[in-house]
């Protein structure tokens, strides 16, 4: 399967702890995204690298996300001291030049 | 303030009855269009891009267009595997990454 892999599928936690969700893109893609998804809604913009660079974070997301893509190519995640309101689907997408961006399956997040 | 409203929130058909989902749009110039598909619990599939105003783009039962204000996607003689949620974004003119997302239309189609 040559498409984007996000792990894990599910993740369930207790409100405080961290969490660390990964994403293989496309080989071939230069492009990464991070987004959020809940229930009823669109995605929602979180981040975004290009190689390895991170050019722009939401001002919406708050400093206990993180997100790293070392050398280019996968991408991690990471949620500290979480909060039932993180709570959410998060998904991962990638692309080429031509801005098309193929998705994930996301990381379903559930905080209790 | 650049936004995307799609209409109706939800639809329902029955097998073989073509309709129209709709995507308005206000964005300070429009870099392209996209419309997706999402599966409950999936995350979402490209469908179309659309980058200027008359264009059309068809994938089996479906074709996107495009005006200077909106899009249509529209399902000819839908089949019950065409259920699922039908996703609309725009690429801004200043964005060389950003999407606008609206909030989907869910569409049912009953056998």
């Known amino acids: 399967d040559t498409g984007v892999s996000q792990n894990p599928r599910h993740k369930i936690t207790k409100r405080g702890q961290n969490v660390t969700f990964r994403c293989d893109p496309i080989?071939?893609?230069?492009?990464l995204y991070w987004y959020r998804q809940t229930l009823g809604q669109g995605p929602e913009f979180l981040t975004y690298?290009?190689?390895?660079?991170?050019?722009?974070k939401s001002r919406l997301l708050s400093d206990r996300f993180s997100a790293e893509r070392p050398k280019g190519s996968f991408s991690t995640l990471e949620i500290q001291r979480t909060e039932q309101g993180d709570s959410a689907m998060y998904l991962c997408?990638?692309?080429?030049?031509?801005?098309?961006?193929?998705f994930g399956q996301g990381t379903r997040l559930t905080v209790v | 303030e650049d936004q995307v409203t799609q209409s109706p929130e939800a639809l329902r058909l029955q097998e073989g009855e073509s309709s129209s989902l709709n995507c308005s749009y206000t964005v300070s110039g429009l870099r392209g269009l996209f419309w997706y598909r999402q599966d409950p619990g999936k995350g979402p599939e490209f469908l179309f891009t659309?980058?200027?105003?008359?264009e059309e783009k068809e994938k089996e039962r479906l074709k996107a267009t495009l005006t200077k204000k909106e899009s249509f996607l529209h399902i000819t003689a839908p089949k019950p595997e065409d259920s699922a949620t039908y996703l609309c974004?725009?690429?801004?003119?200043?964005?060389?990454?950003?999407?606008?997302w609206g909030a989907g239309t869910k569409l049912i189609i009953k056998p």
């Open positions: 997408a990638s692309s080429s030049k031509t801005a098309e961006a193929f």
């Open positions: 080989s071939e893609h230069n492009r």
């Open positions: 659309l980058y200027s105003a008359g």
């Open positions: 974004a725009v690429q801004e003119g200043g964005s060389n990454y950003q999407l606008i």
């Open positions: 690298f290009q190689n390895e660079a991170q050019l722009e």
